[in-house]
């Protein structure tokens, strides 16, 4: 810790702050903070944007963070054999919008593609994100679901693209999501 001292200084940041923009950075869960204050302080600073993504400043800032020796994680090789596990996540069959739930192997690959130049998330926080929006949508029938495709990445008509995984990613990361599956509820007629 006392390495980062300097920075804590330069930054005005506390220790909390800066372990927050260290772990998003990393892709690490953090430990012993509260990280909804953290996160809300970190967002008012303009450091990351609302979905928990580091911002040009919390870049910068998490770039001039010392760094270990260890800590570099090897780049994700996406197989076919982590693609079918993504897809099967999804349901099989039509939505009620009339796609497919589960689109080709090689479109799902170019979006991931996509995304992880995009975003620096793991696949373990990938895989629990897809979990949480399948389950979401479960309970509702899968209405207005978006597709395996679209849900990694969509493009808009004026040209940029948004990711509703990212926006899942950052709820896991965050802790911001709670399991309703324990929930009982009973339809009253």
């Known amino acids: 810790m006392n390495i980062w001292l300097p920075l804590l200084k330069e930054t005005g940041l506390s220790p ?4 927050l923009i260290w772990c998003i950075g990393t892709q690490t869960k953090p430990l012993n903070i509260n990280v909804h204050t953290e996160f809300r302080v970190l967002k008012n600073q303009g450091i990351i944007d609302e979905n928990g993504v580091l911002l040009p400043e919390g870049l910068d800032i998490l770039e001039r963070i010392p760094k270990s020796k260890g800590t570099v994680k090897p780049k994700l090789e996406l197989t076919d054999e982590l693609i079918m596990a993504y897809l099967e996540i999804f349901p099989k069959g039509k939505l ?3 796609k497919q739930a589960r689109a080709d192997k090689k479109n799902i690959r170019s979006n991931f593609d996509w995304f992880f130049k995009t975003y620096k998330y793991d696949w373990d926080t990938v895989i629990k994100a897809t979990k949480l929006y399948v389950d979401e949508y479960e309970t509702k029938n899968f209405l207005y679901m978006r597709t395996s495709q679209y849900f990694i990445s969509k493009s808009n008509p004026d040209r ?3 990711s509703e995984l990212a926006n899942y990613c950052a ?3 965050s802790g911001d999501y709670q399991d309703d599956r324990n929930h009982f509820s009973e339809k009253v007629v």
Do not use: A, E, F
């Not at 909390?16 to 372990?19: F, I």
């Open 160 to 162: 940029t693209r948004d």
């Open 16 to 19: 909390n702050q800066l372990y």
């Open 171 to 173: 709820q896991i990361i």
């Open 96 to 98: 009620p919008s009339g």
